[in-house]
């Protein structure tokens, strides 16, 4: 198993994975970064109302090799009754 690192980048800047995870398959990698992203979106994006987050997935060599993006955004409309 190779160890690939998960770098997150959203609007408070890029933060870098210094621990990364052993993983196998290409699958695996995709699936991580569907989970992050998700789970950093259910935290965040309610409170903002809009932002975009990616993860940059990096090899142990340091090469990038995998990207994720998630742009999200909410909007109220009149509604008398809220």
């Known amino acids: ?3 690939y690192f ?3 980048i959203n609007g408070d800047g890029p933060v870098r994975d210094n621990e990364g995870q052993e993983i196998s398959t290409r699958e ?9 992203l998700a789970d950093i979106a259910r935290e965040e994006f309610p409170e903002r109302g809009k932002g975009s987050i990616s993860i940059e997935v990096r090899n142990e060599s340091g090469q990038s090799v995998f990207t994720g ?11 008398p009754e809220l």
């Open 1 to 3: 198993m190779a160890r």
């Open 6 to 8: 998960f770098d997150l």
């Open 28 to 36: 695996e990698i995709s699936r991580e970064v569907s989970r992050i």
């Open 69 to 79: 993006q998630l742009s999200f955004q909410t909007q109220w409309h009149d509604d």
